[in-house]
T-cell receptor, first 115, second 116 residues
Framework: KQEVTQIPAALSVPEGENLVLNCSFT??????LQWFRQDPGKGLTSLLL?????REQTSGRLNASLDKSSGRSTLYIAASQPGDSATYLC??????????????FGQGTELSVKP | EPEVTQTPSHQVTQMGQEVILRCVPI?????FYWYRQILGQKVEFLVSFYNNEISEKSEIFDDQFSVERPDGSNFTLKIRSTKLEDSAMYFCASRENRGLTNEKLFFGSGTQLSVL
């Protein structure tokens, strides 16, 4: 059974710092991995999606990497800003390519960027 | 930008009552999902829906739950007889279709269900 773990559970950094969020999964046979942002009282926003055949994806100040064999992904945030404060969730989709394709989520990392 | 819309944002109900949570997915999307998040816990999958039928469901999605797409725009989750443990934030999500570039899932802002 796939399990997704994120560390740390919470992180507080000063503005401008570069930071790394970690995600690990127990079954390396995944189809893809997504990083989401969750703001309080709001839904989840997809930030980056990495296919199993890819090593990394970049969007602006965000870079996500994937090492499928070791069951790890990292989300790198460059030059953090107070507006980056949110909970970041990692989710994996298994290789059973059916029409459903459920995501299995980690518990999230709550990020606080101090001005 | 198109978005998934959920109503109501908050729902309070008495144990044993039926509730219907409503969602309007993005218009050209074909795959629809319900997830939920109990306070302090992980987001967990409930059910996926495609071509007017359930394509996958979790162990949580028992006979008390049902989904429906009554028309071309709405997607609903019904809980027939709510229990205290059904209290959670329920998220609706949708995505376009098959294909590597269309895997991104778009989530609504959720319905906070409180069962008293």
């Amino acid at each position: 059974k796939q399990e997704v773990t994120q560390i740390p559970a919470a992180l507080s950094v000063p503005e401008g710092e570069n930071l790394v969020l970690n995600c690990s999964f127990t079954d390396s046979a995944i189809y893809n991995l997504q990083w989401f942002r969750q703001d309080p009282g709001k839904g989840l926003t997809s930030l980056l999606l990495i296919q199993s055949s890819q090593r990394e994806q970049t969007s602006g100040r965000l870079n996500a990497s994937l090492d499928k064999s070791s069951g790890r992904s990292t989300l790198y945030i460059a030059a953090s800003q107070p507006g980056d404060s949110a909970t970041y969730l990692c989710a994996v989709k298994g290789t059973l390519y059916n029409q459903g394709g459920k995501l299995i989520f980690g518990q999230g990392t709550e990020l606080s960027v101090k001005p | 930008e198109p978005e998934v819309t959920q109503t109501p944002s908050h729902q309070v109900t008495q144990m044993g009552q039926e509730v219907i949570l409503r969602c309007v997915p993005i218009s050209n999307h074909l795959y629809f999902y319900w997830y939920r998040q109990i306070l302090g816990q992980k987001v967990e999958f409930l059910v996926s829906f495609y071509n007017n039928e359930i394509s996958e469901k979790s162990e949580i999605f028992d006979d008390q739950f049902s989904v429906e797409r009554p028309d071309g725009s709405n997607f609903t989750l019904k809980i027939r007889s709510t229990k205290l443990e059904d209290s959670a934030m329920y998220f609706c999500a949708s995505r376009e279709n098959r294909g590597l570039t269309n895997e991104k899932l778009f989530f609504g802002s959720g319905t906070q269900l409180s069962v008293l």
